[in-house]
């Protein structure tokens, strides 16, 4: 059988076009490989301020406290978490309740004292991580993980911060972000 100059052509275009799919096709796999492996070698941090407190020395959540908590059990609720981070006040862990029983997480302490320590052990974690601290400790934690300079938090008023910080695998590489909530 032989073919005429317009088969030969097909042909010839058709292995041409057969193969550059191949290639892309392999390019692209690499590159998601390399893409997945980065991600799960970064590390998030979602640090936070306990919700609205009652008065008192070691007060619980306000019923907009407990709102809040709910609200952001719910904007977590999409993001699977690795750990829970919490100081031993009742309104750090009643603030992350929710969440963690969503997560199916205990939290765990840390001494919001000695906030140094606690950033070098979150720097050791990997995967995505809650924290929730206090007006005076969750903008230092943020900075110490090498986040900038951030405002400082109203201690009256302000309960809605939501910081995501990134950190690359080696510690060095970092990204913030301020949402509210």
């Not at 193969?19 to 970064?42: G, M, Q, R, Y």
């Not at 997480?105 to 720097?123: C, F, G, I, R």
């Not at 943020?142 to 911060?161: H, M, S, T, W, Y």
Request: hydrophobic share 40%; glycine share 2%; net charge neutral.
């Amino acid at each position: 059988m032989t073919l005429n100059k317009t088969q030969i052509l097909n042909n010839l275009l058709y292995s041409l076009i057969i193969l550059c799919c191949s290639v892309f096709t392999v390019n692209a796999t690499n590159i998601d490989t390399k893409n997945v492996t980065a991600a799960a070698e970064t590390k998030v941090f979602y640090l936070v301020r306990h919700a609205e407190k009652n008065q008192g020395a070691d007060p619980s959540l306000t019923e907009q406290g407990k709102l809040r908590a709910l609200r952001l059990a719910n904007v977590l609720s999409s993001t699977p978490l690795n750990k829970v981070f919490t100081t031993d006040y009742k309104r750090t862990r009643e603030t992350a309740l929710a969440v963690a029983e969503h997560q199916h997480l205990s939290p765990s302490l840390y001494n919001p004292a000695d906030l140094k320590k606690t950033a070098e052990v979150l720097l050791s974690e990997q995967g995505h991580i809650l924290v929730i601290g206090h007006s005076n400790t969750t903008t230092a934690l943020a900075e110490l993980l090498g986040a900038d300079k951030q405002p400082v938090i109203d201690d009256a008023n302000e309960f809605d911060r939501l910081y995501i910080v990134t950190v690359d695998k080696n510690n060095r590489e970092v990204s913030t972000v301020l949402l509210r909530y």
